[in-house]
Each structure stands twice: as structure tokens, then as C-alpha cells.
């Protein structure tokens, strides 16, 4: 077949006018080195800080150092498919994460990705990951407190929503169980002025059976409606266990930002500044002390920072991040010590960055106080101002009565004859440590709290057998909720107890002792 000149033409013009120019720019570069979840890339000379790359097989990275001639990045899953050569593609993207109300009662990645099973997340708002801090003018001070239910905290180290409160101690002494007791007891606030206290638990280099635990629990006691999980569990790459506090801060600070109140728990920052460590080490930052690099102060500065209660008119001096003023988010970060060792590098950071500190004991743990509180190295920066008026005035007395009743108990110990004064404080003492004692996934509301408080430090368990402390206390809880419920229900509404509701409750838990039988 010959075809005519005037045909080739005609197709030629005809291929012309349908040629659409779509060009694309795309900004590439090559692997030069990779390993140990770090790759060293060349060519991307408009990379960004936390900008996000993508890998072959669809593999993403963050590129944390921007060198002359190359590009440090650290790998968001596994090395092994990626190779010398391999083209890394630039996103133009920094890095962040879903957010928004569908991520609730899900368990997620760093990433954001599901790791629960329940399908994808249906939202389509992002958020990066690092974003700077509100600033002077967008915050105000800490004055509402955040109930944990736990008597000892609540009544003697209290926790304001937009504080940041850490909690310290060694292995095994209850650390995470008081985070948990504080998500349970959240449950309540749905019906508050400032609406249901969202959750977020951040689970850093834990392993995953002991994730699955507690979202069990939290399941159980109904708080995994108002709860994000985002786990970084131990077998993960130390870039996702670092990037695991970040991911969650930005999700919680999603809430924050409409005017609601965020709870998020860091648990542990000691496991944080290792996968940091190991990060930085790997993309040859200079070590310094512990061979910690230079800025892991910084690193968690950046990140406790963001923790603030913010100012009423916070949308007003910011109405591109801010939909409503008066949010908080308050921070629970957690450290591990190693044999209560507080001076340790960490440990001093993160103390110095908080609000003050909640330090558990172990010797406490083995006697069975739990939760084991130290009372007297514990304490709050923002002290009664998170407290409503009632706990402030009926838990005054508390802290002192038991800062005495240790020091007298270590010397007593060796004298046999005690004068009568020494001898009543001892006794008090005891029965304070013994009310003080509270089991696990059984927070208190906060009236309750304020009544068997005021049961103590009113001299009225005294007289008991210590073993029929706790018995009475929930009894007494009982018979007031029971009987006098009106006058509960006054202490809630106006926060305080006044002379009169402070006769009344004297003389219901004089009644109520009479008839007691421990």
C-alpha cells in the first residue's frame, strides 16, 4: 500500500492538533548509600528540612540532614528492597499525618497508617508533624484541673489541663498504669463545659503484646471512643519510634486547635532519645554526653513545648491555625530511670522542660502502696491552681501530715518509747499512706475523693485498725452517695465546702461511724 503525501499530512496535522503538552517536573535523585535504615541520596538539591522522598516500592523517607553534596535520610520501612542507584523521587511534601475525629478508638502507626485491623481511616485532613509551639501572646496560665482519679495525685501533686507533668521512676513501678487510670477517668467529662477530654497514647519502643494489653483495658472500661493509640512497639525502625511523639502530638494538637481539651502520654521519652541516638548516630551527627547527640535537649523541647492551654482569643491572633481559643493540650511524658537514678542525662533534660514531676518508688511498689508516689521529691509548678477549691482547702493538710509521718517513721523505728504527739502523727500517718492506696482501672471521681480526703485529715480514721481503712472509706463513699446525696451535689456545683457543708459532711461521717463494723 503507498500512501499520498497529502495523507501523511493530514494524519500529521490531525496527531498535532490532539498533542497535548502536559509537561511534569520532577525533582529526582540516586541512592549512593544505604543501610541500617539510613540512605545517603545525590541530585536533590531542593530538598526541604522533613521533607518526605519517595523509594522504589513505594518505601517513604524523611530527609533529616540537607549536606553539600548529599542528602541524609532516614527510612520509613525496611532497607532491604532498596538499593545502589535506586531513583528517589522528591514529594514536595513535609512530612504529616491524618487527623481529625475518625481517628478515634483506632490504633495507627507513626505514619497514621491502621494497625487495628478495622479498615482505612476515612478522612482526608492532614497535619505535619512538626509544628511550632503557640507562642507568649496564644497561651495563658494553667487554672482547670485535669482529674486523673487517682487520690494521691489529685489531691497532693495536681495536673492542670495545658500542663506538661512527668512522670519518673524505674521499671516496673506503676508508671503507665497511672496514664491509664487518667484516660479511664475521662470518661465523665463528655457533659463538662469544655467537652469530652480527647485521649492520645503514644507507645514508644514497648513491645506490641503490651499495647495490645492495654488497649484491651481500654476497651473494656469504654475509653477507646474518645482515645488515638499510635505504637512504635520495639521491633519497629528506630525513625518511626522517633517520629511515634511527634505523630501524636500533631493529632491531638487537631483537637486543641478547635477549643477542646487533649490529653496526650508519651510513654517513655527515655526510649525516644535512644531511637534519636541511634538516628542521629547512624546519619554521623557528632556524639556529646552518653553519646547522645548535641540536641536531644532540643528534640524534646520542641516537642513538651507544644503542650499549653491556649489564651481565649488565640483565633484572633492566629485565625489560620487556630479555629477556637481555649483549648489545652497537657502532656503526660514518661521517663524510665535505672535504680532511681533522677540526675541521669535524660532524666534532668525532660525535668527541666516540665512542669514538675510525679517520681514513683520502687521500695514504695514492693511495700504495696500503689500507686507508689514519693511525696516528698513529687511536685506540681502549678500547684492549687489546678485544683477545684474544695480539694484545695480539704487536701491542704495532706502533704505536710505525710512529709512528717516519713520522717518520723525512719527514727521511730529505733525508739521504744514515744512521746503521745509523735506517737498521734504516726498514727495518722499510717492511715494516710493506707486511704492513699488505690487498684489499678479504678479511678475516683473527684467529690468521692474530696470525702474520704476529708475522713483523713479530720482525725477520723484514728481510731481504726489500718486494715479497716479502705473498708470504711468505701463504705463511707457509699453511705454518702447513698444518703446525702444533695449535699454531694452542692460540694460539685459550687466547688467549694463551706462551714455548713463542712458540718454536714462531719456529722454524716460521725453517723456513719457509729454504725460501722470493720
Not at 487537631?254 to 502520654?265: A, E, P, S, T
Not at 455548713?500 to 454504725?515: N, P, Q, S, Y
Request: charged share 25%.
Amino acid at each position: 500500500m503507498k500512501l499520498q503525501p497529502s495523507e501523511v499530512t493530514a494524519i500529521l496535522k490531525k496527531e498535532i492538533a490532539g498533542y497535548d503538552g502536559d509537561l511534569k517536573m520532577e525533582s529526582v535523585g540516586s541512592v549512593i548509600q544505604v543501610g541500617d535504615g539510613v540512605a545517603r541520596i545525590h541530585g536533590l538539591d531542593d530538598c526541604m528540612m522533613s521533607e518526605l522522598l519517595e523509594f522504589p516500592g513505594g518505601i517513604r523517607g524523611v530527609a533529616l540532614n540537607l549536606e553539600q553534596d548529599n542528602v541524609g535520610c532516614v527510612l520509613m520501612g525496611s532497607d532491604q528492597e532498596i538499593k545502589e542507584g535506586d531513583t528517589v523521587k522528591s514529594t514536595g511534601a513535609i512530612i504529616s499525618v491524618p487527623v481529625g475525629e475518625p481517628m478515634l478508638g483506632r490504633v495507627v502507626n507513626a505514619l497514621g497508617d491502621p494497625l487495628d485491623g478495622k479498615g482505612p481511616i476515612a478522612t482526608d485532613k492532614r497535619r505535619p508533624v512538626e509544628m511550632p509551639a503557640p507562642s507568649v501572646l496564644e497561651r495563658q496560665p494553667v487554672t482547670e484541673p485535669l482529674q486523673t482519679g487517682l487520690k494521691a495525685i489529685d489531691a497532693m501533686i495536681p495536673i492542670g489541663r495545658g500542663q506538661r507533668e512527668l512522670i519518673i521512676g524505674d521499671r516496673q513501678t506503676g508508671k503507665t498504669a497511672i496514664c491509664v487510670d487518667a484516660i479511664i477517668n475521662q470518661k465523665d467529662t463528655a457533659n463538662e463545659p469544655g467537652g469530652q477530654v480527647i485521649c492520645v497514647y503514644v507507645a514508644i519502643g514497648q513491645k506490641q503484646s503490651t499495647v495490645k494489653t492495654l488497649v484491651r483495658e481500654l476497651e473494656n472500661a469504654g475509653a477507646m471512643d474518645y482515645t488515638i493509640v499510635v505504637s512504635a512497639p520495639a521491633s519497629e525502625q528506630a525513625s518511626m519510634q522517633y517520629l511515634a511523639p511527634f505523630s501524636g502530638c500533631s493529632m491531638g494538637e487537631y483537637f486543641r486547635n478547635r477549643g477542646q481539651h487533649v490529653l496526650v502520654i508519651y510513654d517513655d521519652l527515655y526510649k525516644h532519645a535512644l531511637a534519636w541516638r541511634q538516628v542521629s548516630l547512624l546519619l554521623r551527627r557528632p556524639p556529646g554526653r552518653e553519646a547522645f547527640p548535641g540536641d536531644v535537649f532540643n528534640l524534646h523541647s520542641r516537642l513538651l513545648e507544644r503542650g499549653a492551654k491556649l489564651s481565649d482569643t488565640a483565633h484572633e491572633f492566629n485565625p489560620e491555625l487556630y479555629e477556637a481559643g481555649g483549648g489545652s493540650l497537657t502532656a503526660l511524658p514518661i521517663v524510665e530511670t535505672q535504680e532511681a537514678d533522677v540526675s541521669a542525662y535524660i532524666p534532668t533534660n525532660v525535668i527541666s522542660i516540665t512542669d514538675g514531676q510525679i517520681f514513683l518508688e520502687t521500695d514504695l511498689f514492693n511495700a504495696g502502696v500503689r500507686p507508689a508516689v514519693n511525696v516528698g521529691i513529687s511536685v506540681s509548678r502549678v500547684g492549687g491552681a489546678a485544683q477545684i477549691p474544695a480539694m484545695k482547702k480539704t487536701a491542704g493538710g495532706l502533704r505536710i501530715d505525710l512529709a512528717q509521718y516519713r520522717e518520723l517513721a525512719a527514727f521511730a523505728q529505733f525508739g521504744s518509747d514515744l512521746d503521745e504527739a509523735t506517737q498521734k502523727q504516726l498514727t495518722r500517718g499510717e492511715r494516710l499512706v493506707e486511704l492513699l492506696k488505690q487498684g489499678q482501672y479504678a479511678p475516683t471521681n473527684v467529690i468521692d475523693q474530696i470525702v474520704s480526703v476529708f475522713a483523713g485529715t479530720g482525725g477520723y480514721l484514728d481510731d481504726l485498725e489500718v486494715s479497716q481503712v479502705r473498708p470504711f472509706e468505701q463504705g463511707l463513699v457509699q453511705h454518702l452517695n447513698a444518703n446525702f446525696k444533695d449535699l454531694l451535689d452542692g460540694i460539685r456545683a459550687s466547688g467549694k465546702v463551706d462551714d455548713d457543708a463542712k458540718e454536714r459532711l462531719a456529722g454524716a461521717i460521725t453517723e456513719f461511724k457509729k454504725g460501722f463494723v470493720g
